[in-house]
């Protein structure tokens, strides 16, 4: 029988473990859970036995350790990808390299996946003394789920843009701070919304010092970490009012697909003529085309048209997806 869940019950074993108070007891308990799951090959019903808490909480807390980065699972078969779908991508696109990930079962779980294969390829790449930029997002934010934490104290971690919306509300998928944590590193913010509400504001906002010193720290990065969103109304780019419906509806009835670097682009990978392109705050595509390694990451139905256009103008020199985009992409 699985003992009742209690918050301060003593454990089995005799050692008595903090499972109320906050996020570090959380991530304790959930880390010990882990450990005797995946390490001690322990069954949940023996666990939840052992720390005095309900089967069902063992399986969240191992659930949360997946989802936090806590359990990395690595899988070095050499057949994890399609060879095939890589070599058309990088023939198609001018890609140095491209990481595809398995297609989930659900499609919930997909970034997920991308974002462990990018954390796992970022593990390869990431250097002491690099300077990293960084595009805030639903996409770069799943990297922690692969990514290893390391220490980097002369590692640089730079927004690519503002993350903020004329409100000053911001999208909760924070990764810039977060990835400055995970190494250990310094965190460089740009202080600003992505879209200045008129042009005189975008240019007070971009002759502020600090703001002109995060965008020449953001020009001058060894890589960069990007996505491609989507310009529906279900997107985030609305949905975190960044830009409004009417605003959505205008760059989709001119051609716009999606937009990189909050730069709206059509199909082509050419910059819709819009005056939202005007007002961005961020780094632009000739400042992106001098990083030497420029990371595009993404996937879903939903993005395919906006990723298949950041790729067709060359914006990036590696791609990571799973093989289901891929292969839409290709089939476009």
Request: glycine residues 10%; aromatic residues 4%.
């Amino acid at each position: 029988m699985t003992p009742p869940d209690k918050d301060n019950h003593e454990p089995a074993r005799g050692e008595a473990l903090p499972l109320g108070g906050g996020e570090e007891s959380r991530l304790q308990l959930a880390t010990r859970v882990a450990w005797m799951y995946f390490i001690e090959g322990l069954k949940q019903e023996d666990i939840a036995v052992a720390l005095g808490i309900s089967r069902m909480r063992v399986n969240r807390l191992l659930a949360a350790a997946r989802d936090e980065g806590l359990v990395r699972i690595d899988i070095t078969s050499p057949f994890r990808s399609s060879a095939d779908c890589e070599g058309r991508l990088r023939a198609a696109f001018g890609l140095r390299e491209v990481v595809l990930a398995p297609t989930p079962s659900k499609p919930d779980q997909i970034d997920g996946v991308v974002g462990h294969a990018l954390g796992s390829y970022l593990n390869g790449r990431l250097a002491n003394g690099m300077t990293v930029g960084v595009h805030h997002g639903r996409s770069p934010h799943a990297m922690f789920q692969g990514l290893k934490p390391a220490v980097m104290p002369d590692t640089a971690i730079v927004a690519l843009k503002g993350s903020l919306s004329a409100e000053g509300r911001m999208a909760p998928y924070e990764t810039v701070a977060r990835l400055a944590l995970t190494l250990q590193a310094s965190c460089y913010q740009l202080a600003a919304p992505s879209y200045a509400r008129t042009t005189q504001e975008h240019e007070l906002f971009t002759r502020l010092p600090m703001v002109e010193a995060v965008m020449r720290r953001a020009a001058a990065c060894d890589l960069a970490i990007l996505t491609a969103s989507r310009i529906t109304d279900d997107g985030g780019l609305v949905g975190y009012g960044y830009i409004s419906p009417a605003e959505a509806k205008a760059l989709r009835e001119r051609g716009a697909v999606g937009a990189v670097l909050g730069t709206f682009i059509d199909a082509d990978g050419q910059v819709i003529d819009h005056e939202l392109n005007h007002r961005q705050i961020g780094l632009g595509f000739d400042d992106l085309a001098a990083v030497p390694e420029v990371i595009l990451t993404g996937a879903g139905p939903g993005k395919v048209l906006a990723l298949r256009a950041a790729l067709t103008r060359r914006l990036a020199t590696v791609f990571v997806t799973d093989e289901q985009t891929a292969e839409q992409i290709l089939a476009v």
